[in-house]
């Protein structure tokens, strides 16, 4: 049982628009910043969004992240089939002085 | 270009520990800190602790707290993970992941490809 909520898949086709809402409590996201990670089948986890909605150089900026209060999101624009993976939120938390994950979200491109 | 290159797969049986190490290249090691994170096969991650070149401090995650140890050389700019103990549901992918922010835990940025250990009797 992770400690963040995600839902366990989400979809859409070629183009549209698709977001992941991450919940988590005053501990973890209400007080701190949240990393998203995309991972494909078989390689390390990439950061796509760190301190709620900054992108590392080399992340497309069809790709977004927002929080507030106590959940977060990341919305993908214009997808794409390389978008076909799985995304973790991330926070820390300042009770356990460590990082809480969510559970994944396997987004399928249609 | 940073990298960090973790050591190759391992296979131990119940009881057994591991060790694994994570050499860090391409920025100044002593500034920052390594993060631990593993993924049981088909699951999620998992935070297991960090330690931090930087100000000499360690965290483990209370659920591997007396099983596991942190260490680096700095010598070689290698940390090292070590597991005891080790079960079945131990059998994971082992990431090392770089601070992103000198001395601060609160990021991590660059991650190891992750090492394979297999627990079997």
């Known amino acids: 049982q992770s400690v963040l909520t995600q839902p366990p898949s989400a979809s859409g086709t070629p183009g549209q628009r698709v977001t992941i809402r991450c919940s988590g409590s005053s501990s973890n996201i209400g007080s701190s910043t949240v990393n998203w990670y995309q991972q494909l089948p078989g390689t390390a986890p990439k950061v796509l969004i760190f301190s709620n909605n900054q992108r590392p150089s080399g992340v497309p900026d069809r790709i977004s992240g927002t929080k507030s209060g106590t959940s977060a999101s990341l919305a993908i624009s214009g997808l794409q089939s390389e978008d076909e993976a799985a995304y973790y939120c991330?926070?820390?938390?300042?009770?356990?002085?460590?990082?809480?994950f969510g559970g994944g979200t396997k987004l399928t491109v249609l | 270009q940073v990298q960090l290159v973790q050591s190759g797969a391992e296979v131990k049986k119940p009881g057994a520990s591991v060790k694994v190490s994570c050499k860090a290249s391409?920025?100044?090691?002593?500034?920052?800190?390594i993060s631990w994170v593993r993924q049981a096969p088909g699951k999620g991650l998992e935070w297991m602790g960090w330690i931090s070149i930087y100000s000499n401090k360690i965290k483990y995650a209370q659920k591997f707290q007396g099983r596991v140890t942190m260490t680096t050389d700095t010598s070689t700019s290698t940390a090292y993970m070590e597991l005891r103990s080790l079960r079945s549901d131990d059998t994971a992918v082992y990431y090392c992941?770089?601070?992103?922010?000198?001395?601060?835990?609160?990021?991590?940025?660059?991650w190891g490809q992750g090492t394979l250990v297999t627990v079997s009797s």
């Open positions: 991330a926070a820390w938390d300042g009770s356990l002085n460590g990082w809480v």
């Open positions: 992941a770089k601070f992103q922010w000198p001395g601060d835990p609160r990021g991590f940025d660059y």
């Open positions: 391409g920025y100044t090691f002593t500034n920052y800190g």
